[in-house]
């Protein structure tokens, strides 16, 4: 039988058997539904993207793709190059002849970086480019063409099945939820998940242990929402436009961790919720982590996560974290984390998948090298922020700024094809 168990304030929809139903009553939704992808051009030529193309007229309820090219693309020897005109056009070809409208947003085009050039000298933040800006951009385009629930998954999930979408979605069309988290097992032939294995889900047991929940109890809730959401990292959720317009993300590797830290201050827990979105495996792409190495990778992801924690806990929830704090913290980490791995090391043996000890605790003191980096980034900059500012905050310093990104795009959809 599968575990149907409630085990927070936050409501988790079970996957207990596949319900035809869900697709049926989307398709009779009032609203529009738009599905916002990020993708690297690099993607497009792998078996994950390609696979999903396959499938993605199956999601037959929504009223537009938004596919967010962005980022640089691998050049011929490995280096780092911008994309250009014919690269979005194959883009372009790439999403044609679905059964609903398409569009490519292409974060390197002149009308884009004139519409980024347009807000100048406002006081705004867009951030650096990458996922969270990507998103930012494509939740942009959905607001301004009159979406009402804006979902997103990633474009590297090998075993992508449509009906992700349809359980993402469903919550906030029709259970009331402004916010809803895809969760899934990450495992294979081996337990993947590891930043949010080893690190997140440790660092959090440690800092609720030290936020006291008599003298700081809207930390220590705080806390207790991000350990009671199953899959914290994932790139799967969808929001109501609602939500959408005010949401506040960071453009860095913490954009998940982020997103829900967000959804917690402006939607509370009542009008967020979790959803299993698959059964067995769900493979994905997975991140390198170099040990020792906190520039790349893993190691910097964690690094952007865990300053990403530390500033909320202290900017939101006025917790006070001294260099003693941050010792102590580390300390308790490591022992935290080493016995977590322990924890995974009999779940696998039970399952008989392998499990390297050494590795799994070699990366624990990477991470560890993560929170120092982080620790030092927070102090050295204190007050820096890295969220992009909401469309809420963008429409009020310019309250043409959506019809001005969706003009572009669509100029941009409609030039001539170099391919």
């Not at 949401?247 to 590797?253: L, V």
């Not at 900017?315 to 995974?344: C, N, P, Q, W």
């Amino acid at each position: 039988m599968s575990d149907f168990y409630q085990h927070s304030e936050i409501d988790t929809y079970h996957l207990l058997k596949h319900n035809p139903g869900i697709k049926k009553e989307l398709k009779n939704y009032e609203g529009k539904i738009h599905l916002v992808l990020p993708s690297l051009y690099d993607e497009i030529k792998t078996e994950a993207l390609q696979g999903i193309r396959e499938r993605l007229p199956e999601i037959d309820y929504i009223d537009t793709l938004v596919l967010v090219l962005n980022g640089p693309k691998t050049g011929p020897n490995g280096e780092k190059m911008e994309t250009n005109k014919r690269d979005f056009d194959e883009f372009r070809e790439f999403f044609s002849g679905l059964p609903y409208e398409s569009r490519i947003v292409w974060d390197r085009s002149e009308g884009i970086i004139n519409f980024y050039e347009s807000l100048k000298g406002k006081e705004l933040s867009f951030g650096e480019q990458g996922k969270g800006k990507a998103v930012h951009l494509g939740n942009g385009y959905a607001l301004g063409t009159d979406a009402s629930i804006i979902a997103h998954h990633d474009c590297d999930i090998l075993t992508y099945d449509p009906k992700i979408v349809d359980r993402l979605v469903y919550p906030a069309a029709f259970l009331g939820k402004d916010f809803c988290k895809g969760f899934y097992g990450r495992y294979k032939e081996r337990l993947f998940g590891r930043v949010e294995r080893i690190f997140v889900t440790p660092f959090i047991h440690v800092l609720l242990e030290m936020v006291d929940v008599t003298s700081i109890p809207k930390a220590h809730a705080f806390l207790r929402f991000l350990g009671d959401i199953r899959y914290k990292l994932t790139g799967e959720n969808a929001e109501t436009a609602s939500y959408s317009m005010k949401k506040n993300i960071p453009w860095d590797w913490a954009l998940e961790i982020g997103e829900l830290a967000d959804a917690y201050k402006k939607c509370g827990p009542n009008n967020i919720c979790q959803s299993e979105i698959l059964k067995g495996p769900y493979e994905h792409k997975h991140q390198k982590l170099t040990p020792g190495d906190t520039t790349t990778g893993l190691g910097k992801m964690a690094t952007d996560i865990g300053k990403r924690l530390i500033r909320d806990l202290v900017r939101k929830y006025r917790v006070v974290l001294t260099d003693a704090h941050f010792r102590t913290i580390r300390e308790a980490y490591i022992e935290k984390a080493h016995g977590m791995v322990h924890s995974y090391e009999g779940d696998a043996k039970i399952n008989g998948i392998p499990f390297n000890i050494h590795e799994e605790k070699s990366m624990v003191h990477t991470f560890v090298k993560s929170l120092e980096d982080a620790e030092r980034v927070f102090q050295a900059n204190l007050g820096k922020d890295t969220s992009i500012s909401s469309w809420e905050r963008i429409i009020s310093a310019d309250p043409d700024a959506l019809n001005k990104l969706v003009d572009t795009v669509e100029k941009d959809n409609k030039a001539p094809r170099m391919i």
